[in-house]
């Protein structure tokens, strides 16, 4: 599986302000477990997770993968602290009840609590199941055409970040108002040389053409977490794991047809050293989905976020 490429607006010039803004606000950030008790070989060894479920097991290395640059000892600490807070949880629920998109949806508002491991991604999927009891959820648009069905998403894209029960309120406002309205005409009797419509800026900055997805320079902004370097890309600077082998960090990316889609990115160490190579993309449990070519300073998302991964990886290499 290889991954679209898409051209992003010339954002290398602006490499070091990003890296200095990642830089501050960078920290290491040191499914229900299993009966079964986590054994050590020795007080300060590390901790055999063979008995947790897989879910909480990677959330547990993930979340501690940025101790293992400093050796067995404080990897071990970091997943035996794990380890204790899971004592007086009850872990991570279960989701299987819901439908698909609310299940989705769950997890998306929580994906920033996965990196701080079982028990706190736990406590928010918990509090998004708390809010759906008084709540309709999410409707059902199956009913609209895609193009109106795409249109409403988008226009709710930022309240899903929230929630189903937000993004639950936004679609209805919005099924709301075409009560009253004809909807989106049919443009099917314009030749294909007619101009395509932008999408509006959201950020201040120049709109992003529909055609081609390319997007202009925006100011670097952070909102409700998630640092914003162009109109179809942002991430997490508290999400930025330092691992043995690579530096990854949250991604959010608006594909072609405006959906927001969520990935972990790694950047092997190996592609910081020699200027290009394979860059990885996993989905919010780590399970691997794709890589991608990347060359540091090139005009690819997966370029610009190997050369800015680097930089910052370079930078605490020399404050170790």
Known sequence: MRLTPEVLPKLQLRIFRLTLITSLAFGAVCSVPQAAQAQQDSPTSIPNLSGYDSETRRTMEYACSSE?????VAYGTCL?????????SPGIPNLSGYDSETRRTMEYACSSEKMNGPV???????RQIA???????IPNLSGYDSETRRTMEYAC???KMNGPVAYGTCLNRQIASLQSSPGIPNPSGYDNATPRATLPST??????NSANGSGTDVSPQVKDGWLQVS???????????????????LMQIKTPDDQLHLSIVGVPYKVCSQGYGKIRFYDLSHVFQADADAALNG??????????????????VKHK
């Open 203 to 208: 950020s201040g900055g120049t709109a992003v």
């Open 157 to 159: 894209s930022s309240e």
């Open 80 to 88: 035996n602290r794990q380890i204790a807070s899971l004592q007086n």
């Open 120 to 126: 706190a991604y736990g406590t928010c999927l918990n």
């Open 299 to 316: 005009n690819s998302h997966g370029s610009y976020v190997a050369t800015m991964l680097c930089a910052v990886r370079s930078g605490a």
């Open 231 to 249: 109109e179809d890309l942002s991430f997490r600077p508290d999400s930025i794991k330092l691992g043995d082998k690579e530096i990854s960090v």
């Open 131 to 137: 809010s759906l009891q008084n709540s309709p959820g």
């Open 68 to 72: 293992k640059m400093n050796g067995p």
